[in-house]
């Protein structure tokens, strides 16, 4: 198996930037994903010399970045609502080049299946002006997967005919909203995977994936529909997967993600432990 880079969500540790950096250097892991949308981190927010002394921070602690988190909260459903989102993922891809990574990795929204749908068309022409610009940086937006099956999505990237828009590939969304195979999932994306999230978790019951992410009717909370675990407590069938990244030549980060839990520096220890066990 690949002795693959382990990453950590700066934001998952619930800490300010510098204690994040330090506990991320504390445990041994390579690098770090970071929020990019608003607060301090935000691309207007940051300065050029403000840049310089993040990245300074992070490589004086062994570590780079692994990509940056761009995702807005909205998707790219909307047309109005779309050059203004557009504009600011082209910011957040500057920040993230100034910080030397090539990813920033983003949702956006749910991919119909019906590619004759209304809003297929609206996000496929989002995309194509994000990946042109992408392209433009040798550089990635990197779409997460869990709100549509890796068949449909892979089907949407076609569709673009370019690399620039890629994928991030979250195997517990997957299992946690679709109920998708995330090791097939590795082979079906297996030309657009450019980052992985390590998060693990369980689906509760079955609903539509636009409920879910709030598209048609409010945000289902988590708990209800699905349930975030630790690493290895969940659905995630990590040998089989990880086996599979290897096997497609995937040689990019496992950045680990906890968005839930009281003690998430606990969690992300664990999960960096269970990680390195897994590829021995």
Same mark, same amino acid.
């Given at each position: 198996?690949?002795?693959?880079?382990?990453?950590?969500?700066?934001?998952?540790?619930?800490?300010?930037?510098?204690?994040?950096?330090?506990?991320?250097?504390?445990?041994?892991?390579?690098?770090?994903?970071?929020?990019?949308?608003?607060?301090?981190?935000?691309?207007?927010?940051?300065?050029?010399?403000?840049?310089?002394?993040?990245?300074?921070?992070?490589?004086?602690?062994? /570590? $780079?970045?692994?990509?940056?988190?761009?995702?807005?909260?909205?998707?790219?459903?909307?047309?109005?609502?779309?050059?203004?989102?557009?504009?600011?993922?082209?910011?957040?891809?500057?920040?993230?080049?100034?910080?030397?990574?090539?990813?920033?990795?983003?949702?956006?929204?749910?991919?119909?299946?019906?590619?004759?749908?209304?809003?297929?068309?609206?996000?496929?022409?989002?995309?194509?002006? /994000?990946?042109?610009?992408?392209?433009?940086?040798?550089?990635?937006?990197?779409?997460?997967?869990?709100?549509?099956?890796?068949?449909?999505?892979?089907?949407?990237?076609?569709?673009?005919?370019?690399?620039?828009?890629? $994928?991030?590939?979250?195997?517990?969304?997957?299992?946690?909203?679709?109920?998708?195979?995330?090791?097939?999932?590795?082979?079906?994306?297996?030309?657009?995977?450019?980052?992985?999230?390590?998060?693990?978790?369980?689906? /509760?019951?079955?609903?539509?994936?636009?409920?879910?992410?709030?598209?048609?009717?409010?945000?289902?909370?988590?708990?209800?529909?699905?349930?975030?675990?630790?690493?290895?407590?969940?659905?995630?069938?990590?040998?089989?997967?990880?086996?599979?990244?290897?096997?497609?030549?995937?040689?990019?980060?496992?950045?680990?993600?906890?968005?839930?839990?009281?003690?998430?520096?606990?969690?992300?220890? /664990?999960?960096?432990?269970?990680?390195?066990?897994?590829?021995?």
């Amino acid at each position: 198996m690949y002795q693959f880079p382990i990453g950590v969500l700066m934001d998952s540790f619930r800490l300010d930037t510098r204690e994040a950096i330090e506990k991320a250097a504390q445990l041994g892991v390579q690098g770090m994903q970071m929020y990019a949308t608003r607060g301090e981190h935000a691309p207007e927010n940051m300065t050029k010399q403000q840049r310089r002394e993040l990245l300074d921070m992070m490589k004086s602690n062994g /570590l $780079v970045f692994s990509a940056l988190c761009g995702d807005l909260g909205m998707g790219f459903g909307n047309a109005e609502k779309n050059p203004e989102l557009i504009e600011k993922s082209k910011r957040i891809l500057d920040l993230a080049k100034d910080l030397e990574t090539d990813v920033v990795t983003t949702h956006i929204g749910v991919v119909p299946q019906d590619s004759n749908h209304p809003r297929y068309q609206i996000m496929q022409d989002a995309c194509a002006e /994000l990946s042109r610009y992408a392209d433009s940086l040798n550089a990635h937006f990197a779409i997460e997967t869990g709100p549509e099956t890796s068949l449909t999505l892979k089907k949407f990237l076609d569709s673009l005919g370019s690399r620039g828009v890629a $994928v991030n590939l979250d195997p517990a969304n997957l299992v946690m909203v679709t109920g998708d195979d995330p090791v097939q999932a590795v082979y079906n994306l297996k030309d657009y995977i450019v980052h992985t999230h390590a998060k693990d978790g369980v689906k /509760l019951l079955d609903r539509d994936p636009e409920i879910i992410y709030g598209i048609i009717e409010d945000v289902i909370q988590e708990g209800q529909a699905f349930q975030e675990v630790p690493l290895g407590q969940g659905k995630v069938p990590f040998p089989e997967y990880l086996n599979a990244l290897t096997d497609i030549g995937y040689q990019g980060f496992l950045t680990i993600e906890r968005e839930v839990g009281e003690n998430p520096a606990a969690d992300i220890a /664990l999960a960096v432990e269970y990680l390195r066990k897994q590829m021995k």
